[in-house]
């Protein structure tokens, strides 16, 4: 092969992109500082659509990427990934939403700021992740194990930073569903194991410590 094609070859080849990446591009997300006139924003219903049978895995993606900086307001987002796993869990092929939401508009600087945050800080992830172990991606198991971290991540507490031992595992999920990568949904099923545990023993730790409290108010 003559090196100077070899070397351009090298120079314009794209780097990996995740599908989520390249969904929010068609959608109309960019990083760049581009004036080029577009709409302000997207409605959920045609985020939706526009995903086809990647919707569970495309919505609960951006549901959970949104929900990172909004601190205190973890509740919604929860239980919106919720709402939509739930659906994955029992069977469905593609995510229902009331007509109410789906007219919500998601306004284009939130993709942008998601797009951004795919491509500069989780560009690693396009690199590890492929079609592979498919028969491991059992849709409704996929469904149960989001709709469980959907709603712990509904629960107020008041702990800084633990929303993300729900979302990290609900985007893991997401990439795999998207990727059809049956290693990363192991990977989900093994993390949302660990917050089970963490879950159980925390909550007999409260109940352990409201008993002692009672015990000595009586």
């Avoid at 994955?88 to 951004?116: E, F, S, Y």
């Avoid at 492929?130 to 996929?142: D, G, Q, S, Y």
Wanted: net charge positive; charged share 20%; hydrophobic share 50%.
């Amino acid at each position: 092969m003559d090196p100077d094609l070899a070397r351009t070859t090298i120079a314009t080849e794209v780097p990996p992109r995740l599908r989520l990446d390249e969904m929010l591009r068609e959608l109309g997300a960019r990083t760049d500082e581009s004036e080029t006139p577009r709409r302000e924003g997207v409605p959920v219903g045609e985020l939706i659509d526009n995903a086809a049978e990647s919707g569970f895995g495309f919505l609960v993606g951006v549901l959970a990427l949104i929900a990172i900086p909004f601190f205190g307001l973890s509740t919604p987002f929860g239980l919106a990934i919720a709402l939509v796993s739930c659906q994955l869990a029992v069977g469905r092929a593609r995510p229902w939403m009331p007509q109410r939401l789906r007219k919500r508009v998601l306004a284009m600087t939130m993709l942008d700021r998601i797009l951004h945050l795919l491509t500069r800080r989780l560009r690693w992830l396009a690199k590890s992740t492929r079609r592979r172990w498919e028969p491991f991606i059992m849709r409704k198991l996929v469904g149960l194990g989001i709709t469980i971290l959907g709603l712990g991540l509904a629960l107020p507490l008041p702990i800084p930073g633990s929303n993300m031992v729900f979302i990290v595992p609900i985007i893991v999920y997401s990439i795999g569903l998207l990727e059809r990568d049956g290693l990363w949904i192991m990977i989900g099923h093994v993390m949302t194991f660990i917050d089970l545990v963490l879950a159980v023993a925390f909550g007999a730790t409260v109940v352990t410590v409201l008993a002692h409290v009672w015990q000595w108010l009586t």
